[in-house]
């Protein structure tokens, strides 16, 4: 497939689809693949599903675009939704995670700024990821992906992830919030201790910073739960979503609560694309459809019906290290580097992906159901066993027989 018009900022795999229906996505040959990635956590209801085809259109037939120098009824409606279901009080619309996270960083400096420090700084956790724009860059935990793009924007401080101690012990008089991912997804579905995001909301009050979590990856429903802090008891100053709140048409938002609610008012941020009404109404009908077909539920269901085989399935075998996640976010660390798993996955039906090197990314839209779970947990059981394997010392080659 030639792509000779394309910055290669991707390796991309060499397949391309057509359409999808639910979890599946077909390739031009009728070629069918059970998707464990969902656009990489964004196809919250999977391909084609009928309501949100069906909100996009009709919306697409009176108004795609207007401006925020005007009122948008769909915007103030999400709004409204996202507020009810995470307590937060207010939102600001945009169309990435790491415009989200752009957000969230200058929330924190105008709070640092509003309690009298110049060189406000954010303490951010090692193996993170939060974008690829400056500021969202620099925040990232992931020194290969800053290479070349120096002088990183100053203003953060760096702490292992989940080590309550750490943020605790810092003594820093310009520290002005914490950016945390709740579970970190790129840095290797990487859940942090019981009580780490509970002890850093008391740390936050204590010490007048803002708590500001990145939902991105781990948000609308992927957890189980609405969001994933959720889980711990907390809420937040600041959360950013994006990815899985449009179901596939881009939307980010970064919401406040309580301090940092004030901090953003006319001319202090904006987007021109931010909130538009088409990707509002997409983004109302993912959270309808969750509520309406009860998926949160359903997502804990089925996250805990993966897991539990899979354990069942690879007990004993050394190479597997760990297996871990949230709801449909699950990560399986093996012992070994094994990103030929995704080719292999791909010759035999599944969509997956690899991150942290070692870590198998399972990601299915919410949707998934048992039997496309019965799929899901032997093609993967089959590469644990047979491909990643050490003995096997597989090019990635190998069908299921
Ligand atoms: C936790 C988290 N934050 C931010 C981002 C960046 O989002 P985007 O690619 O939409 O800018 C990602 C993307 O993977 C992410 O996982």
Redesign the pocket.
Known sequence: MAISHLIPTYKRQPIAFERGEGAWLFDSDGNRYLDALSG?AVNTLGHAHPALVEAIADQAKRLLHTSNLYEIDVQTRLADRLCDISGMDAVFFGN????A?EAAIKLARLHGHNRGIDTPVVVVMEGS????TLA?LAATGNASAQKGFEPMPEGFLRVPYGDFDAIAELTDDNIAAVLV?PIQ??GGVRVPPADFLAGVRKLCDERDWLMMV?E??TGVGRSGHWFAHQAAGIKPDVM?L??GLGGGVPI?AALVAGKATPLFGPGSHGSTFGGNPLACRAALAVLETIEADGLLAHVQAMGDSIRSQIEARVDGLDHVKDIRGAGLMIGIELAEPCAHLVDAAREQGILLNVTAGNVIRLLPPLIIGPAEVERLVDGVCYLIESVAAPTTNSTGSNKAS
Not at 96 to 99: L, R
Not at 129 to 132: I, T, V
């Open positions: 990489i990435s995670g790491s415009e996270n990821f939060h974008g690829r969202a991912e997804g790129e990145d991105v990856q950013g994006a990815k980010g």
